[in-house]
């Protein structure tokens, strides 16, 4: 049976003091709605990609990648203003190149914004708008931030800008959420007219969403006081404060058909998009750089003659012959679980900190169990000194990445980070 509506702007809990929707509630609500496909849109950030990708598979239903970022669409001031207005665009990924477009926008977000707040400029979008979908961002999104303004020619001149980088994948949002009475906000009611004259105007499809932010109505109380502890407002306030309705949640297909019985088509579009979208993101092996050409021989030489210099520094707590034994046990599960590079690469900044005279931990957690670690200077405890146990931090009836618990200088620990994208 083909479905008629699916949600393709939802808000987990990972839109920070935002969104209200569990990850683990997810495949649930859409079960119960009978949705077999969803997409997570969280504000400016993506940290949920992969923990809804596994969920939502495992149960069953098609995973959507998307995000809700903030453009920068008008790149003037306006007198008293201080930094550009902002407005959200919702990018969905239909393919690999589109999820790997996403990602760069989210580090143009960030890597680009250190002295302002997250956002994207249009030229950053159109450089990565390959594999995604666009919807306009609804009434509080850029074309309709500029009919609100009364500034028809600005949207029009946006949204065929828009257009033009996302040929064939640019949908023009409508949103209606009934509050106080009426079908729509105000902001809904403002916009709605002008969105749907300029897609006809453009020859652009309408699509409908919900924008949804926590599971029922009944949580509606709960999430207005999770916007207010963000915005540092009251519950009770007299004076203007960010609301959401009732009906920012997660809504049936029938509810959402009877809210657009006049644009079906914009029903339609909904699940037209979640069928373009095929895309999911998927578990990876690590992937490390190559630090020697046989990284196994230069990890044997490396402890070999490490663990020889800590034996003359430090007064051993047993035979020497006792060390190596228990060098060579290490060295041979290190090698057969494949994580030689992994133990050079983090002996090789640590060496780099400390030779910068960066101030560093002399380890902690499991890691400290480890001679090999301790012959490499990647920890400052000498494992058969307190007894400790190598087989905490890496066994092999037990395969995963092993895992350093490493210190450092607050003041200087950025030098380090700096240090490893370099090399």
């Known amino acids: 049976m083909t479905p008629r509506f699916i949600h393709l ?7 920070l003091l935002e969104g209200a929707v569990p990850l683990r509630a997810l495949p649930d609500l859409c079960r119960e709605h009978g949705m077999p496909a969803v997409a997570v849109t969280d504000t400016n950030n993506m940290f949920a ?16 990648h998307g995000c809700q970022i903030d453009l920068a669409y008008d790149s003037r001031l306006q007198p008293g203003e201080t930094r ?12 690999e190149a589109g999820y790997g477009n996403l990602l760069k926008l989210n580090s143009c977000l960030y890597l680009a914004r250190r002295n302002t707040v997250p956002h994207v400029t249009p030229e950053e979008l159109e450089a990565h708008s390959e594999g995604l979908i666009c919807l306009t961002g609804g009434p509080a999104g850029p074309v309709a931030r500029h009919l609100a303004e009364r500034q028809e020619g600005a949207a029009e001149a946006l949204a065929r800008r828009l257009a033009a980088a996302f040929p064939g994948r640019l949908y023009v949002e409508l949103q209606r959420h009934p509050a106080e009475g009426a079908a729509r906000t105000a902001a809904e009611r403002e916009t709605e007219p002008g969105l749907v004259g300029l897609a006809h105007a453009l020859d652009l499809p309408l699509v409908a969403t919900n924008d949804v932010h926590f599971p029922g109505s009944d949580m509606h109380e ?8 963000a915005d540092g407002a009251y519950v009770d306030q007299t004076g203007p404060r960010r609301m959401l309705t009732p009906e920012h949640r997660f809504k049936s297909a029938e509810e959402m058909a009877a809210l657009f019985a006049d644009l079906p088509e914009a029903l339609e579009h909904s699940v037209e998009i979640a069928r373009r979208c095929a895309f999911r993101a998927r578990k990876r092996a690590p992937i490390l750089p190559r630090f020697a050409e046989d990284e196994v021989e230069e990890l044997r030489a490396q402890a070999h003659a490490g663990l020889a210099d800590r034996l003359v520094k430090v007064p051993p707590a047993a035979a020497p012959e006792v060390y190596a034994q228990r060098l060579d046990y290490e060295l ?14 983090v002996a090789d900044f640590i060496k780099w900190a400390k030779e910068q005279g960066i ?3 002399p380890g902690r957690g499991s890691g400290a169990g480890s001679v090999v670690a301790w012959a490499l200077t990647i920890t400052d405890l000498d494992p058969l000194r307190y007894g400790l146990l190598f087989e905490r ?9 092993p895992d350093f618990d490493i210190d450092f200088c607050m003041a200087r620990r950025e030098e380090v980070i700096a240090y490893v994208q370099d090399r």
């Open 359 to 361: 101030p560093v931990g």
């Open 9 to 15: 702007r939802l808000h987990t809990e990972y839109s």
């Open 332 to 345: 041979d599960v290190i090698v057969s679980m494949g994580f030689p590079g992994y133990f050079l690469i």
């Open 393 to 401: 931090f890496l066994n092999p009836e037990r395969v995963s990445m």
């Open 49 to 64: 990609a992969l923990e809804f990708s596994e969920k939502m598979a495992a149960a069953g239903i098609q995973p959507i």
């Open 222 to 229: 709960a999430h207005d006081a999770l916007l207010c502890i």
């Open 84 to 95: 550009l207005p902002l407005a959200p665009l919702l990018l969905l990924a239909q393919s």
